[in-house]
């Protein structure tokens, strides 16, 4: 079972509910797909046990063999590649490594070599085993990155995986929900959060992953995102209301379930009612 | 509300300069879209921009009426034709974004690249314009405001921030004004590099929280990889006094400026309901009073 937890508004308390979760669980994979600002590992504290660098493809030219023809230049969709009269220019922060200008070049003189443009991190603690990625600064492109967190979900794979994804609903969120069972979408009901998400549903039904939504510092706003949820048949899985407590346990990285173990047994009946509608 | 605070840099209009800001923040839900909201009432003569694509959410309190709407023209769209293709899977193998399975685009996946349309032998395959977003021209009762929505599951969101920019740009331009007001979107990748990229300040919102703190050194990171420079905000500080000094502590350290501090307050997110921004709601509320004092600040170091 694959569960991904997205928001569509950031901050809406992914990654309380993904760790929170995972703790109350045994034998879990965590998976933080985040790779911008990743976050569960704070909360976590895991011994890190594997690193391992993330390259992309990007082409390597032998400028003495090349003739400057410009077909290459002219494939790029990206424009990560310009060629004047006898200098070549290459972008590689804008190169999506589609491999495109290897195949047009006519004198066959690209190659390709890598670029690192991130890490992956794997760790151990409480049972859970953690993995989770990091993007370079200055690095545009996340989606390298969370595919390679994404690799070690293993089609064998028998325990639970929960995936923690990026805010909002563009590409790096499509990727990080895509292939997974169910996704959690974490929400608070304001006007802002009722917006994005109402954002998030479009893409979950367009991708056709089942959803059901948590609402959390449930009692905070209006009653908008329960009324859209109920007029909408979107089940709402769980409620977190607002607590002084969970908040000041967060802001020093401390997963609320370990002292307030009353939700242990909430967590563990949310993973029922999501067993329950996938099958 | 009348604004209070006069600016003084208005010669540079003459000049035609003209000064973005960006509000960012790492991490989300921190607060950027509630100040935002709150310096498009207190600036004049300004344009705001909302640059979170994605998952906009500035319009809720600035209420803006579009007069222009245009289709953002993302990626393109690769199209096998049925009667053409000899199901040879040259396509599927080349695609490096596994974007089709059983001779089929897979339309978000498909990256537009167009390594299928050259690889098939039959000449089966080519590229079409799609629409993965729209850009508004909109009207506000603080000035001109530009904005977006990517269409769900659209594809490079930094392309279409960069509209955004553009369009602020020449309603600043056209309406002869000095400013433009950018509201950034969470993380530090693709669409925050674009928000980013050449503007002549970025305010941080951050909050006393490890993953607030965590976020707030590598937002710090990105903008100093580009040369941005950068003021920061604790919101909610009181919520954790250590982690606020910690933050303070930091800061001092990079050299960086805080510029404000701001209470946890519950007035916030009844402002947010009201859909309005924070000081018009409550204009006499410690939350208002320090988002004013910080626009001062922002005023200040732009000129």
Same mark, same amino acid.
């Given at each position: 079972?694959?569960?991904?937890?997205?928001?569509?508004?950031?901050?809406?308390?992914?990654?309380?509910?993904?760790?929170?979760?995972?703790?109350?669980?045994?034998?879990?994979?965590?998976?933080?797909?985040?790779?911008?600002?990743?976050?569960?590992?704070?909360?976590?504290?895991?011994?890190?046990?594997?690193?391992?660098?993330?390259?992309?493809?990007?082409?390597?030219?032998?400028?003495?063999?090349?003739?400057?023809?410009?077909?290459?230049?002219?494939?790029? %969709?990206?424009?990560?590649?310009?060629?004047?009269?006898? $200098? &070549?220019? !290459?972008?590689?922060? #804008?190169?999506? /490594?589609?491999? *495109?200008?290897?195949?047009?070049?006519?004198?066959?003189?690209?190659?390709?070599?890598?670029?690192?443009?991130?890490?992956?991190?794997?760790?151990?603690?409480?049972?859970?085993?953690?993995?989770?990625?990091?993007?370079?600064?200055?690095?545009?492109?996340?989606?390298?990155?969370?595919?390679?967190?994404?690799?070690?979900?293993?089609?064998?794979?028998?325990?639970?995986?929960?995936?923690?994804?990026?805010?909002?609903?563009?590409?790096?969120?499509?990727?990080?929900?895509?292939?997974?069972?169910?996704?959690?979408?974490?929400?608070?009901?304001?006007?802002?959060?009722?917006?994005?998400? %109402?954002?998030?549903?479009?893409?979950?039904?367009?991708? $056709? &992953?089942? !959803?059901?939504?948590? #609402?959390?510092? /449930?009692?905070? *706003?209006?009653?908008?995102?329960?009324?859209?949820?109920?007029?909408?048949?979107?089940?709402?899985?769980?409620?977190?209301?607002?607590?002084?407590?969970?908040?000041?346990?967060?802001?020093?990285?401390?997963?609320?379930?370990?002292?307030?173990?009353?939700?242990?047994?909430?967590?563990?009946?949310?993973?029922?009612?999501?067993?329950?509608?996938?099958? | 509300?009348?604004?209070?605070?006069?600016?003084?840099?208005?010669?540079?209009?003459?000049?035609?300069?003209?000064?973005?800001?960006?509000?960012?923040?790492?991490?989300?839900?921190?607060?950027?879209?509630?100040?935002?909201?709150?310096?498009?009432?207190?600036?004049?003569?300004?344009?705001?921009?909302?640059?979170?694509?994605?998952?906009?959410?500035?319009?809720?309190?600035?209420?803006?009426?579009?007069?222009?709407?245009?289709?953002?023209?993302?990626?393109?769209?690769?199209?096998?034709?049925?009667?053409?293709?000899?199901?040879?899977?040259?396509?599927?193998?080349?695609?490096?974004?596994?974007?089709?399975?059983?001779?089929?685009?897979?339309?978000?996946?498909?990256?537009?690249?167009?390594?299928?349309?050259?690889?098939?032998?039959?000449?089966?395959?080519?590229?079409?314009?799609?629409?993965?977003?729209?850009?508004?021209?909109?009207?506000?009762?603080?000035?001109?405001?530009?904005?977006?929505?990517?269409?769900?599951?659209?594809?490079?969101?930094?392309?279409?921030?960069?509209?955004?920019?553009?369009?602020?740009?020449?309603?600043?331009?056209?309406?002869?004004?000095?400013?433009?007001?950018?509201?950034?979107?969470?993380?530090?990748?693709?669409?925050?590099?674009?928000?980013?990229?050449?503007?002549?300040?970025?305010?941080?919102?951050?909050?006393?929280?490890?993953?607030?703190?965590?976020?707030?050194?590598?937002?710090?990171?990105?903008?100093?990889?580009?040369?941005?420079?950068?003021?920061?905000?604790?919101?909610?500080?009181?919520?954790?006094?250590?982690?606020?000094?910690?933050?303070?502590?930091?800061?001092?350290?990079?050299?960086?400026?805080?510029?404000?501090?701001?209470?946890?307050?519950?007035?916030?997110?009844?402002?947010?309901?009201?859909?309005?921004?924070?000081?018009?709601?409550?204009?006499?509320?410690?939350?208002?009073?320090?988002?004013?004092?910080?626009?001062?600040?922002?005023?200040?170091?732009?000129?």
């Amino acid at each position: 079972m694959i569960i991904s937890v997205a928001s569509g508004k950031g901050g809406t308390g992914k990654t309380t509910v993904a760790v929170n979760f995972a703790l109350s669980l045994t034998n879990v994979l965590l998976l933080d797909c985040d790779v911008e600002e990743p976050n569960d590992h704070l909360l976590l504290n895991p011994i890190i046990t594997k690193t391992k660098s993330v390259y992309v493809k990007i082409p390597s030219i032998q400028e003495d063999m090349c003739d400057y023809c410009g077909v290459c230049a002219k494939f790029c %969709k990206n424009n990560a590649l310009f060629v004047t009269n006898k $200098k &070549i220019l !290459f972008f590689p922060q #804008i190169c999506t /490594s589609c491999g *495109g200008c290897k195949i047009v070049c006519p004198q066959h003189v690209i190659t390709e070599k890598k670029r690192m443009i991130g890490k992956t991190k794997q760790g151990l603690v409480n049972g859970i085993e953690l993995v989770y990625g990091e993007l370079s600064i200055g690095e545009p492109m996340a989606i390298p990155i969370i595919r390679a967190v994404k690799k070690h979900i293993s089609p064998l794979e028998k325990r639970v995986i929960i995936v923690d994804s990026p805010p909002g609903t563009s590409c790096p969120v499509i990727d990080t929900v895509h292939g997974t069972d169910f996704t959690i979408l974490v929400t608070e009901p304001t006007p802002f959060g009722l917006y994005d998400l %109402k954002i998030a549903v479009d893409v979950l039904r367009k991708l $056709k &992953i089942p !959803f059901g939504v948590i #609402i959390n510092q /449930s009692d905070i *706003g209006d009653l908008r995102v329960h009324n859209f949820c109920n007029k909408n048949f979107i089940p709402i899985l769980l409620e977190i209301p607002y607590s002084r407590k969970i908040a000041e346990l967060y802001s020093v990285g401390k997963p609320f379930v370990l002292e307030m173990p009353e939700w242990n047994q909430k967590f563990k009946d949310l993973l029922k009612t999501i067993e329950k509608m996938v099958s | 509300m009348e604004p209070k605070i006069q600016r003084s840099f208005e010669n540079n209009r003459e000049d035609g300069i003209m000064k973005e800001i960006t509000i960012l923040s790492g991490k989300g839900g921190t607060g950027k879209t509630t100040i935002a909201g709150s310096f498009a009432v207190l600036a004049q003569n300004a344009v705001t921009a909302d640059c979170d694509v994605d998952a906009p959410d500035l319009h809720m309190l600035l209420h803006p009426t579009p007069f222009k709407t245009q289709d953002f023209i993302g990626p393109k769209l690769a199209k096998i034709d049925k009667n053409v293709c000899v199901n040879c899977g040259l396509c599927q193998k080349a695609c490096q974004f596994d974007a089709i399975k059983d001779f089929q685009i897979d339309p978000i996946h498909c990256e537009g690249c167009g390594v299928c349309e050259v690889v098939c032998p039959e000449k089966a395959i080519s590229l079409h314009d799609r629409i993965s977003g729209q850009a508004f021209l909109s009207k506000t009762r603080f000035g001109f405001m530009s904005h977006a929505l990517l269409s769900p599951g659209g594809a490079n969101s930094g392309k279409l921030v960069t509209l955004v920019r553009n369009n602020a740009q020449m309603l600043a331009k056209n309406n002869n004004c000095d400013l433009i007001l950018i509201d950034g979107s969470p993380g530090i990748g693709c669409p925050v590099i674009a928000s980013i990229a050449g503007v002549n300040l970025a305010l941080i919102i951050t909050e006393p929280t490890l993953s607030g703190i965590h976020d707030l050194k590598r937002a710090m990171q990105l903008l100093s990889h580009f040369n941005v420079p950068s003021l920061v905000c604790i919101n909610k500080y009181d919520l954790n006094l250590k982690n606020t000094e910690k933050i303070e502590k930091f800061c001092s350290k990079k050299n960086v400026d805080i510029i404000g501090k701001i209470i946890f307050d519950p007035i916030v997110t009844k402002a947010m309901v009201a859909e309005t921004p924070v000081i018009e709601y409550l204009p006499e509320s410690k939350v208002s009073k320090s988002v004013e004092q910080m626009w001062q600040q922002v005023i200040l170091r732009l000129e």
